[in-house]
C-alpha cells in the first residue's frame, strides 16, 4: 500500500510539472494561445518580438555544450538555438544548479520524460529547437542537458548575467 501511495504522489507530482513519457520525440513548442508568464529566479519567458541577440549552442555526443558559457545583460531577452550536432537525443534545460541537479535526480528515477516548459528544449538527433528567455535578475545559472549521465559526464553551461 505504501508503495502504491508513493506511485501516486509521483504521478501527479509529475502531472503538475508540465513532464510526460515521451520515448525519443523532441518536444515541439506550440504558439498561439495566450498564457500567464511564470516568473523564475532565472527569468521568464521571452517575447519573440523582443530578441536582443541569438547566440546558437550545439550540443555534441561528447557530453559538452559549445559555447561552455554565455553572458547576458540583465533584462536582455536571448533566442537560444540548440542544435544537437550528434547522433543520440540531447536537451537544455535553464535552471540554478539546485534545480538541475534536483531535475537530474529525478530524470534517474524516471527515465523517458519530456519536458514541456519554456525554458526547456528536447532536441533530436541533427535538429534544431530554439528556447525564448529574458534574464531579468544579475547572478549565475546555468544549462544542462538532464537525459540520464549526460549531466553527470559533464553536459552543463553556465550563464553570467550582469
Not at 502531472?15 to 495566450?34: C, F, L, N, Q
Not at 540548440?82 to 528515477?109: C, F, P, Q, R, Y
Request: net charge positive.
Amino acid at each position: 500500500m505504501k508503495h502504491a501511495l508513493t506511485a501516486i504522489a509521483v504521478a501527479l507530482s509529475l502531472a503538475s510539472t508540465g513532464i510526460y513519457a515521451h520515448g525519443d520525440k523532441p518536444s515541439v513548442k506550440k504558439p498561439g494561445a495566450a498564457k500567464k508568464v511564470e516568473e523564475k529566479t532565472f527569468g521568464r519567458e521571452g517575447d519573440p518580438k523582443n530578441v536582443s541577440r541569438t547566440v546558437k549552442v550545439e550540443m555534441a555526443d561528447t557530453m559538452r555544450y559549445s559555447p561552455s558559457e554565455i553572458t547576458v545583460k540583465v533584462g536582455e531577452t536571448l533566442r537560444i538555438e540548440a542544435k544537437n550536432s550528434g547522433k543520440s537525443m540531447h536537451e537544455i534545460v535553464l535552471g540554478t544548479m539546485k534545480e538541475l541537479k534536483e531535475h537530474s535526480d529525478l530524470m534517474k528515477k524516471h527515465p523517458g520524460m519530456e519536458h514541456d516548459e519554456p525554458y526547456m528544449a528536447h532536441v533530436g538527433a541533427g535538429k534544431t529547437q530554439h528556447i525564448v528567455w529574458q534574464f531579468t535578475k544579475p547572478g549565475e545559472f546555468y544549462y544542462g542537458c538532464l537525459i540520464p549521465g549526460h549531466f553527470e559526464a559533464g553536459m552543463i553551461g553556465k550563464i553570467i548575467v550582469k
